[in-house]
């Protein structure tokens, strides 16, 4: 079954201790984004990737890293998180052509008190 | 800079059509989709118009494209219960590599 897993689903944490937020798509796709979910700001673009070793910032990538090594997976870091990320956090793929639709995993909802 | 706007709730009787609205900034964006989010669930792509076109229907589908005005908008004839979700317009400018720009999504309540 084609799909984008994340995990965690649900993470609790503190200030301060680095947390990673794991992704992973089978379906062979180039490119692979990161967003998160606020209320009444919809999905803001956290940072996106068109292929292996390629990785650029969307609109809101201040306090996150990322990386991709292998096609396949696109880890969402945060080496120091603060309250003001907690948020839902989505990891999504697609093909990489111009104006494709991406396929989006089920989030990860992440506090951090 | 680019920015999607929506309406943020639309409340409609089962059977009647429901009409989500959605204004855009970036003229020159060429792809423009509605996604759905049910609860705890990702997004899902229902469909997408490219700018050239000013109208596609699928199914209980029709989305409205008016350039001029930078105006799209989702149509759902027979609207369902099941269609209770979030609905989600956004953008791929053209000027902006390949980002993708979301509006804060419109919360569709369909009453029985």
């Known amino acids: 079954e084609a799909q984008v897993t994340q995990n965690p689903r649900y993470l609790i944490t503190v200030t301060g201790k680095k947390l990673t937020v794991t992704c992973s798509q089978n379906?062979?796709?180039?490119?692979m984004s990161w967003y998160r979910q606020d209320p009444g700001l919809g999905l803001r673009q956290i940072y996106y990737?068109?292929?292996?070793?390629?990785?650029d910032k969307g609109d809101v990538p201040e306090g996150y890293k990322v990386s991709r090594k292998e096609k396949r997976n696109f880890p969402l870091i945060l080496e120091s998180p603060s309250p003001n990320q907690t948020s839902l956090y989505f990891c999504?793929?697609?093909?990489?052509?111009?104006?494709?639709?991406?396929?989006f995993g089920d989030g990860t909802r992440l506090s951090i008190l | 800079g680019e920015d999607v706007e929506q309406s943020l709730f639309l409340s409609v009787r089962e059977g009647d059509s429901s009409v989500i609205n959605c204004t855009y900034t970036?003229?020159?964006?060429?792809?423009l989709y509605w996604y759905k989010q049910e609860p705890g669930a990702g997004l899902q792509l229902l469909t997408y118009?490219?700018?050239?076109?000013d109208m596609k229907q699928d199914q209980r589908l029709t989305v409205l494209l008016n350039k001029k005005d930078k105006h799209l908008s989702l149509r759902i004839a027979d609207t369902q219960t099941g269609d209770s979700a979030i609905y989600f317009c956004?953008?791929?400018?053209?000027?902006?590599?390949?980002?993708?720009?979301f509006g804060a999504g419109t919360r569709l309540f369909v009453k029985a």
């Open positions: 379906m062979n796709h180039e490119y």
């Open positions: 956004a953008e791929t400018p053209q000027t902006g590599g390949f980002k993708t720009i």
């Open positions: 990737s068109m292929n292996v070793e390629v990785t």
């Open positions: 118009i490219f700018s050239n076109m």
């Open positions: 970036d003229s020159s964006s060429t792809y």
């Open positions: 999504a793929s697609g093909t990489g052509g111009f104006g494709q639709p991406q396929h």
